[in-house]
């Protein structure tokens, strides 16, 4: 049984005996997967997808993907478009183009290894996503609300409040603030290292003094008291002394941004997002934002330089307005010169493209954990 919060594998629909049946087909392509290096998180998607084809078709006769016609999926893309999520809205186009792109990447890798003869799936036209504006974001005000909730006299209370201040000073994902280590916070630097992110990439990044501050306390005063033996080294614990699942950390964020009565969805995406905000609207330039979030590149034809710790440091302890202790003074310039002010009007522009795909991205990385807020159980967790 899973850690409490987690999600099952799905089970793929079909005779587990036919060794051309559904079942066979998707374990062999997740293996194939695996062995090229996707992430357990990419091919955990894959398969609900492609779990979710395979119950469509089997409930319609079709138990093979040797059976599968164009038609088939043709109707199976229409099927998605008007299905209805248990708050009765649709589907949005981004969660339609995620449920058909493991699809097309299943047929072609069944033609290529000559499993069938043809691919019903090439011709597949993925839905147009739509243009959203950006999901909520807290204000610094808003966001020293949420921070403030915290119980300090409960170990559980002053783990939440280093969990949050983490979140708002860093934007770690989700699945990178679960997944963290005591080794991988330093708090006399004040960097925290985060060990194969999305993509499996590593990068260093910046505290801050005052997220490190809360870490430190936490590690000193509530962390003892919630570890058991064999203590095996994860930053936040839960009572029962084990790593915090991906469910359990978005209904306790998501648990404080409601009780903060600030009027606005999220959980630990919202920090993330946040983040991001403050220090672009501080002035910070945004190749740094982009090393904070551990994105590879913000669009297609923007590549950035990496920049180093020490630059990265200063630069998010001055436009970031929870990095320190102390009020924070307005700086001028920080991250580099407004990009008008140096290349003109096309650089103004080129700025704002960026920062306009940066939210896009952003946005685009919330689906999971908006799953979580509408879809789990509401039992309460520790």
């Known amino acids: 049984m899973g850690r409490r919060g987690e999600h099952t594998p799905r089970t793929i629909p079909g005779d587990v005996e036919d060794g051309q049946g559904f079942p066979e087909m998707v374990v062999e392509f997740c293996e194939h997967l695996a062995i090229r290096g996707y992430a357990a998180t990419s091919l955990k998607n894959q398969r609900s997808a492609l779990a979710l084809l395979a119950d469509w078709l089997v409930e319609r006769g079709v138990t093979r993907p040797c059976e ?7 109707a199976y893309q229409r099927a998605v478009f008007y299905m209805r999520k248990a708050n009765g809205q649709p589907l949005s186009f981004r969660t339609q183009e995620q ?9 072609r890798w069944l033609v290529r290894t000559n499993r069938i003869l043809y691919n019903p799936a090439s011709e597949i036209e993925l839905p147009r ?10 204000s610094a005000q808003e966001a020293e609300r949420v921070l403030a909730l915290p119980d300090l006299k409960d170990p559980l209370g002053l783990r939440d409040r280093a969990m949050l201040e ?12 679960a997944a963290l280590s005591v080794f991988e916070l330093d708090v006399e630097r004040r960097t925290l290292t985060v060990r194969q992110g999305k993509g499996r990439k590593d990068r260093m990044i910046p505290t801050g003094q005052r997220a490190a501050a809360w870490c430190a306390r936490y590690l000193q005063e509530a ?8 203590d095996e080294g994860a930053l936040f614990l839960t009572a029962d002394g084990v790593a915090l699942s991906l469910g359990t950390l978005t209904y306790l964020m998501g648990d404080y941004v409601r009780r903060s009565e600030v009027g606005k969805p999220g959980a630990c995406h919202i920090f993330r997002h946040t983040m991001a905000t403050v220090m672009l609207e501080g002035g910070a330039d945004i190749r740094y934002i982009q090393q904070m979030l551990g994105h590879a590149n913000i669009t297609s034809t ?12 200063a630069i998010h302890a001055a436009t970031h307005p929870g990095a320190s202790n102390q ?4 700086r001028a310039g920080a991250g580099g010169q407004d990009a008008s002010a140096t290349n003109g009007h096309g650089a103004a522009q080129e700025h704002q ?11 685009a990385e919330a689906t999971d954990e908006q799953q979580d807020l509408h879809g789990q159980a509401r039992q309460q967790p520790s």
């Not at 449920?99 to 047929?107: M, V």
């Not at 493209?353 to 946005?363: E, H, N, P």
């Open 166 to 177: 983490l979140l708002y000073a860093t934007g770690v994902r989700r699945a990178e603030l």
């Open 302 to 313: 923007q590549v950035y330089t990496q920049v180093s710790l020490r630059t990265l440091a």
């Open 68 to 74: 599968v016609t164009k038609p088939m999926l043709d």
């Open 129 to 138: 996503t739509e243009q959203r504006l950006p999901r909520a974001v807290l």
């Open 99 to 107: 449920r058909l792109i493991p699809i097309r990447g299943f047929f």
């Open 327 to 330: 009020p924070r003074r307005k």
């Open 223 to 230: 962390r003892p008291k919630l570890a058991i033996e064999p």
């Open 353 to 363: 493209a960026v920062a306009d795909a940066l939210r896009k991205a952003l946005d």
